[in-house]
């Protein structure tokens, strides 16, 4: 079965390589503008982008495993669960990008050769779909303002009664204003009911 699948990757990237290099002939594709590398024809060439690609992966690994770790010491769950999930990829990817590159440079024919390259690259592309995958467990922070409150600060040289609606306003003489006293001292705005033996009706 792996000797199958084998096969089957050697396959498609001739068949891409065929048609990449007709259209290049025919000037229908440039690879730059597509952004798809061409082959090195070199073996060394090919051994020096399969250490980019372990290079990035390492890298990656030691990121995510940083962010991982301050989500646990701020113990997010949600974070460390979705990081620690990214992890595993990662260095699951990393060891089979190793794996693949020694396996480069023992390559003693050309079918080997291009197999161990062609899965190298698929690794790469993979790094950078983890790479934003893990981006995202953390994303959330950008968004997250936190709760939202109100301060009100109230000058206390100004703060008087007449802001308060349960306190009538104090006038000069320190009654309360729209309200009269009279020099008696009774409240001239309150009415008032003469006794009975005044004979005042």
């Given at each position: 079965?792996?000797?199958?699948?084998?096969?089957?990757?050697?396959?498609?990237?001739c068949?891409?390589?065929a048609?990449?290099?007709?259209a290049?002939?025919?000037g229908?594709i440039?690879?730059?503008?597509?952004?798809?590398?061409?082959?090195?024809?070199?073996?060394?060439?090919?051994?020096?982008k399969?250490?980019e690609?372990?290079?990035?992966?390492?890298?990656?690994?030691?990121?995510?495993?940083?962010?991982?770790?301050?989500?646990?010491n701020?113990?997010d769950?949600?974070?460390?669960?979705?990081l620690?999930?990214?992890?595993?990829?990662?260095?699951?990817?990393?060891?089979n990008?190793?794996?693949?590159?020694?396996g480069?440079?023992?390559?003693?024919?050309?079918?080997?050769?291009?197999?161990?390259y062609?899965?190298?690259?698929?690794?790469?592309?993979?790094?950078?779909?983890?790479?934003?995958?893990?981006?995202?467990?953390v994303?959330?922070?950008?968004?997250?303002?936190?709760?939202?409150?109100v301060?009100?600060?109230?000058?206390?040289?100004?703060?008087?009664?007449e802001?308060d609606?349960s306190?009538?306003?104090?006038?000069e003489?320190?009654?309360?204003?729209?309200?009269?006293?009279?020099d008696?001292?009774?409240d001239?705005?309150?009415?008032?009911?003469?006794p009975?033996?005044?004979?005042?009706s």
């Amino acid at each position: 079965m792996r000797r199958a699948f084998r096969q089957a990757v050697v396959f498609v990237a001739c068949l891409a390589l065929a048609g990449l290099a007709g259209a290049q002939e025919q000037g229908a594709i440039d690879p730059e503008e597509t952004g798809v590398d061409p082959v090195p024809t070199s073996k060394e060439e090919q051994v020096q982008k399969g250490q980019e690609v372990v290079k990035r992966g390492t890298v990656l690994s030691k990121r995510v495993a940083q962010l991982l770790h301050e989500a646990r010491n701020d113990g997010d769950i949600i974070k460390t669960t979705c990081l620690n999930d990214k992890l595993t990829q990662i260095n699951a990817n990393l060891r089979n990008a190793q794996e693949r590159l020694e396996g480069l440079k023992e390559a003693a024919d050309s079918e080997r050769q291009l197999h161990e390259y062609t899965v190298l690259s698929v690794l790469r592309q993979k790094f950078q779909v983890l790479d934003q995958e893990a981006s995202q467990c953390v994303g959330q922070d950008l968004f997250d303002t936190g709760t939202t409150r109100v301060t009100t600060e109230v000058d206390a040289a100004s703060a008087t009664s007449e802001g308060d609606p349960s306190q009538p306003p104090i006038g000069e003489s320190g009654a309360p204003t729209g309200s009269s006293t009279s020099d008696s001292g009774i409240d001239s705005g309150t009415p008032t009911i003469p006794p009975p033996a005044s004979g005042i009706s």
